[in-house]
């Protein structure tokens, strides 16, 4: 089945640091990726997407660019702020999924990043 | 506007009290979503409606009850639940447009606490 794996965290960086956060993922499809970012006691807010390979995704100063070559879907950011602080969540749904699996999103375990001032 | 919102924010129950949870959207999407969130963890699906009608139950126990009046609400209706069934209750939307990847949009949560 589709799978997702997020670097192991948590991730402590000073602020204006640049942010890596890897994304690898398994799929038998074609999936469509996206990250989402979980501020504390919040609901998850979608980030970015993308849906063909070499799509970037950007927000808010992240990107993450599709690749269909190596399976990742990497988010960067050239200068994180404390305000960043959050757990960001990698996902792919496969939108040729039929059945049961049209729309379900499959996530990686989370990447918790605090940013200190 | 991508807002889904969900009341309460916050409850507190007995494991004998019924209750539920209330989500609503406003975007025309025609598919909704629980989902159970546990610490530290990445969201687990619960239920979809996709055209108000139920399409995914992820062996959910059924002291949990969801229900779709209309393309706009859904809701889940608790009953005797347990401790462990303490959580965050994530509500989401997709559009199920045909031809265009879905992507879901979540709400802000309910924090359920079961004494």
């Known amino acids: 089945g589709d799978s997702v794996t997020q670097m192991e965290g948590p991730v402590t960086l000073s602020e204006e640091a640049f942010l890596t956060i890897n994304c690898t993922y398994t799929a038998t499809g074609y999936p469509s990726l996206f990250w989402y970012v979980q501020y504390p006691g919040e609901g998850l807010q979608l980030l970015l997407k993308?849906?063909?390979?070499?799509d970037k995704g950007s927000n808010k100063g992240f990107e993450a660019t599709y690749r269909k070559e190596t399976t990742s879907f990497h988010l960067e950011k050239g200068s994180v702020q404390v305000s960043d602080s959050a757990v960001y969540f990698c996902?792919?749904?496969?939108?040729?999924?039929?059945?049961?699996?049209?729309?379900?999103?499959?996530f990686g375990q989370g990447t918790i990043l605090t940013v200190h001032p | 506007d991508t807002e889904v919102t969900q009341t309460p924010k916050h409850l507190v129950m007995g494991m004998t009290n019924k209750k539920s949870l209330k989500c609503e959207q406003h975007m025309g999407h025609r598919a909704m979503y629980w989902y159970k969130q546990k610490a530290k963890k990445p969201p687990e699906l619960m239920f979809v409606?996709?055209?108000?009608?139920?399409?995914i139950n992820e062996s959910v126990p059924s002291r949990f009850s969801p229900e779709c009046p209309n393309s706009s609400l859904l809701n889940l209706h608790l009953h005797a639940l347990q401790p462990e069934d303490s959580a965050l209750y994530l509500c989401a939307s997709s559009p199920r447009t045909s031809g265009d990847p879905d992507t879901q949009y979540f709400g802000p949560g309910t924090r359920l606490t079961v004494l």
């Open positions: 409606y996709s055209y108000e009608k139920l399409s």
């Open positions: 996902a792919l749904s496969d939108p040729w999924a039929g059945g049961t699996s049209y729309g379900k999103l499959t």
């Open positions: 993308a849906t063909k390979a070499d």
